[in-house]
C-alpha cells in the first residue's frame, strides 16, 4: 500500500450539546485538530483558532449541500460543498463544484466506497479542491489516505470522544516522513552463525526503499530490498533480508518489533532514502541460520550497531544513490541512519525511562 505524503486533515463533526462545543473544540486545538463541520443550529460565532464550516453565512468556510447553493453565497467568500455518489453520474456535480472554486467537496458514498473515491481523486488531480469523506470506522482511516495510491486529503470523523481522535491521530503519523541522518561505518566483522529473518512483504517495493533495523530501537540502519537481482538471483522485489532476528524492526504509529516477533499479516514500515514511508503487509517471514556480520557505524558521537546475514543479497543503503551489500561494506562507508532520543521499550511503546543498549 504505497502513500504520497501530502497535507492530510481530520476533520471532526461533533456529535454533542451546543453548551459542550467550546469545551471540546479547545481540546481538539491541543490534539492540533483545527477543522471542524457544525450544523447551522450549532453553529455559535467564531471558535478561536478553529476553521469551522456550516451552511452559516458567518462560519469561516460555508458549506452547502447543492451546486445551485454556490452561487447564493457571498462574493469573497469561502466555500465548500457536501455531495452524495450514488453513480457514475454524480461525480460530473464534483467536477462542475471544483471549478465553480469550492475548496473542498465532502463526498458521501452509499454501498460503494473504493471505486467513487478512486474516480474523483483522479478526476481532480492537480485541482486545487480537496476531497474529504467520512469514515464510517477508526479502522477506515487508513484506507481513505491511501486510495489510489494518493489517498483523500481529509477524513471527517463523526464523534465527541477525544480519545477517537488521537487514535485517528496515530493512524496519520504512519503515514508521513522520517529523518534519517547519514552515518559512518567504523567496524565490519564477521561474528559466526546466528538466526536471520528474511521479511516477505505483500508489497512489491521500490529501487531505495527498505526496512529500518538495528540492534538498538533508537539506531536504526536502512536495509535495501532485493529488487536488483544478479546472476546467481532474480530479483525479489517484495523482500528485506533484514538481520539477526533480535534485531529491532520499525512498524507503523512509531512502534517496533523484534523480527522474531513479525509473522504474516503484520505490518511494517517501508522507508525510502529521502525518508517518505508508507505501510505494507507481512506476507512471510523466513527464518534460517546463517553466517552473520556485525556491522557498527556513528552519527553524531552516537554508536549503533546490526547483525546482518553475510551474503551478497543483502545491502545498505548508502549516502547518494548507493545500495551497499554487506560482502562490500568497510570502515569509512557512508550509510543512511534513523536516529532517536534514547528511550526504553515496553512492547515495543516508547518509556522515558532510564535504559542503556549496547
Known amino acids: 500500500m504505497m502513500v504520497e505524503t501530502k497535507d492530510r486533515k481530520i476533520i471532526i463533526r461533533p456529535e454533542m450539546p451546543r453548551d459542550r462545543l467550546k469545551s471540546f473544540a479547545e481540546m481538539l486545538l491541543k490534539e492540533g485538530v483545527t477543522d471542524i463541520v457544525l450544523d447551522k443550529s450549532m453553529f455559535d460565532g467564531v471558535l478561536d483558532g478553529m476553521t469551522v464550516y456550516s451552511s452559516s453565512e458567518e462560519a469561516d468556510v ?3 449541500q447543492r451546486i445551485e447553493d454556490l452561487k447564493e453565497i457571498s462574493e469573497g ?3 465548500a460543498i457536501t455531495l452524495k455518489i450514488d453513480d457514475s453520474t454524480d461525480i460530473s456535480k464534483v ?6 472554486g469550492v475548496e473542498a467537496v465532502f463526498v458521501e458514498t452509499s454501498d460503494w466506497k473504493i471505486i467513487p473515491l478512486e474516480n474523483i ?5 492537480g485541482a486545487k479542491t480537496k476531497v474529504y469523506t467520512t469514515a464510517a470506522e477508526l479502522g477506515e482511516v487508513k484506507m481513505l489516505f491511501s486510495v489510489l495510491e494518493l489517498g483523500v486529503d481529509g477524513v471527517l470523523l463523526k464523534t465527541d470522544n477525544i480519545e477517537e481522535v488521537r487514535k485517528v491521530k496515530n493512524e496519520l503519523s504512519s503515514l508521513t516522513s522520517l529523518d534519517l541522518s547519514i552515518g559512518e561505518v567504523i567496524e565490519v566483522r564477521e561474528v559466526g552463525i546466528g538466526e536471520r529473518a528474511c521479511v516477505d512483504t505483500a508489497s512489491l517495493l521500490q529501487d531505495g526503499e527498505g526496512l529500518l533495523v538495528g540492534n538498538q530501537a533508537a539506531f536504526l540502519f536502512l536495509l535495501h530490498n532485493e529488487a536488483v537481482g544478479s ?3 532474480s530479483p525479489r522485489p517484495f523482500r528485506v533480508n533484514a538481520g539477526a532476528i533480535q534485531c529491532y524492526t520499525m512498524i507503523p504509529n512509531g512502534r517496533t518489533k523484534y523480527l522474531s516477533e513479525l509473522e504474516s499479516g503484520d505490518d511494517v514500515l517501508v522507508v525510502s532514502r529521502s525518508g517518505s514511508i508508507r505501510t505494507a503487509v507481512v506476507g512471510r517471514v523466513k527464518i534460517e541460520r546463517r553466517p552473520l556480520l556485525l556491522v557498527k557505524a556513528k ?7 546490526i547483525l546482518v546475514q553475510n551474503a551478497e543479497t543483502i545491502a545498505f543503503v548508502g549516502e547518494g ?3 551497499i551489500p ?7 562507508d557512508r550509510v543512511a541512519i534513523r536516529t532517536e532520543k534514547i528511550l526504553g521499550r515496553h512492547f515495543g511503546m516508547e518509556v522515558d525511562e532510564f535504559v542503556v543498549e549496547k
Open 231 to 233: 546472476k546467481f538471483t
Open 77 to 79: 467568500k469561502r466555500r
Open 62 to 64: 460555508v458549506l452547502v
Open 326 to 332: 554487506a560482502t562490500s561494506i568497510k570502515k569509512g
Open 95 to 100: 467536477k462542475e463544484a471544483s471549478k465553480l
Open 321 to 323: 544513490e548507493a545500495a
Open 299 to 305: 552519527i553524531d558521537g552516537r554508536i549503533g550497531g
Open 121 to 125: 481523486i483522479a478526476e481532480l488531480h
